[in-house]
């Protein structure tokens, strides 16, 4: 359960992951540091600071003692950063918030995350696309999130789409849980929380909502997701800064093909000619694309299945619940020393169990 000290060290002014590493590295812990004086706090750290400041670091804490307020009146969920369940996929990303506040119960590290982002202006083509994606990604692969930004357009379209199919979808807000931003969305926002979905956000309810905070927002889409699809964007818009933001996290980037003569294709097909994103047009061509292993389909076939040895099985179950992972995270994981876990890795491959991803990620063939 995440504690004052935390949520006020978490909105700490331009706090990164790694000044929060080195901060807690010397001082301890959070309580520490906002017990100590200004001066002490300077000699620890071997430099002058505002973030020091003994009056700047107690309304911080008056601030945090009423978030904390209205976490424990309305059920919220405080993923701190050093949490087991804060999202590992997010945990990668340099930029990534110290604090996340969720309302909902989701799995926010599920086998398959999926970011749909797009203009708020969708078109027919746009919102056909992501309805027809959707309903045929919940029915090809298990442990399926759709995450978008709550807005209007391609957004909204896509958790619609998601709570139709009975599948959890995520809404990153760029603000406070205490509101809901367009109203209009207000009734989606509580159906996406019943569904077994989350309303997701890393400002306070006290945070005053600034348009760039739609901006900041999209590194969360970004990060939460192992692929970001754009659907529909004008040549600027904020769907393409997710894709670049995506892009740099080395993420896959995807994009809906439109013609040259619709406005709002025209950023999809730059994302595609500059190589940001890959061209898809369904389930399908996403599935392998990533490759991901789709479940078998009514009459299909099922492969007999291998025997496996206790440790092969361990890596397919680790696999299947996380999507992918590479020697060091598996090994760490599963207890397999790296002597024995390479043979093994090696060996799945040729069984045609397992592939070889770039940047040495494994997943289930």
Request: net charge negative; proline share 2%.
């Amino acid at each position: 359960m995440v504690d004052i000290y935390q949520i006020a060290f978490a909105s700490l002014r331009g706090i990164t992951r790694r000044l929060a590493d080195e901060i807690l590295a010397r001082t301890g812990d959070e309580k520490t540091f906002f017990s100590s004086t200004g001066s002490r706090l300077a000699a620890v750290m071997g430099c002058s600071n505002r973030l020091f400041d003994d009056s700047y670091r107690a309304g911080l804490l008056e601030k945090a003692r009423k978030e904390m307020s209205f976490i424990d009146s309305n059920g919220v969920t405080a993923l701190y950063f050093t949490d087991s369940d804060y999202p590992a996929r997010l945990s990668e990303c340099d930029d990534a918030p110290l604090l996340l506040y969720g309302l909902g119960d989701c799995d926010l590290n599920s086998a398959h995350i999926i970011s749909i982002v797009g203009t708020r202006h969708a078109t027919a083509y746009g919102t056909d696309f992501v309805i027809r994606l959707v309903e045929d990604l919940a029915k090809k692969l298990d442990n399926v999130v759709i995450v978008s930004g709550l807005a209007y357009g391609i957004d909204i379209v896509a958790h619609r789409a998601a709570l139709h199919c009975g599948i959890p979808t995520v809404a990153v807000l760029a603000h406070g849980l205490n509101t809901i931003y367009p109203a209009a969305h207000r009734s989606t926002a509580a159906e996406i929380v019943r569904s077994g979905g989350m309303l997701l956000t890393d400002y306070m309810t006290q945070d005053s909502l600034h348009k760039g905070n739609f901006v900041a927002r999209n590194r969360i889409v970004a990060g939460l997701a192992d692929c970001t699809i754009v659907a529909e964007s004008a040549i600027k818009g904020g769907a393409l800064i997710t894709a670049g933001i995506a892009s740099a996290y080395h993420r896959d980037v995807a994009a809906l093909p439109g013609r040259t003569s619709d406005r709002y294709s025209l950023g999809c097909n730059k994302l595609i000619a500059d190589n940001t994103a890959a061209l898809i047009s369904d389930a399908d061509s996403l599935i392998d694309m990533m490759g991901w292993k789709a479940k078998p389909q009514e009459g299909e076939q099922t492969t007999l299945s291998l025997s496996l040895s206790q440790e092969e099985e361990a890596i397919v179950s680790y696999l299947t619940d996380h999507g992918d992972g590479d020697i060091n995270t598996l090994g760490v994981a599963l207890d397999i020393p790296m002597h024995r876990l390479m043979p093994l890795l090696v060996d799945m491959e040729f069984k045609n169990l397992i592939l070889t991803f770039p940047g040495g990620k494994y997943r289930l063939a």
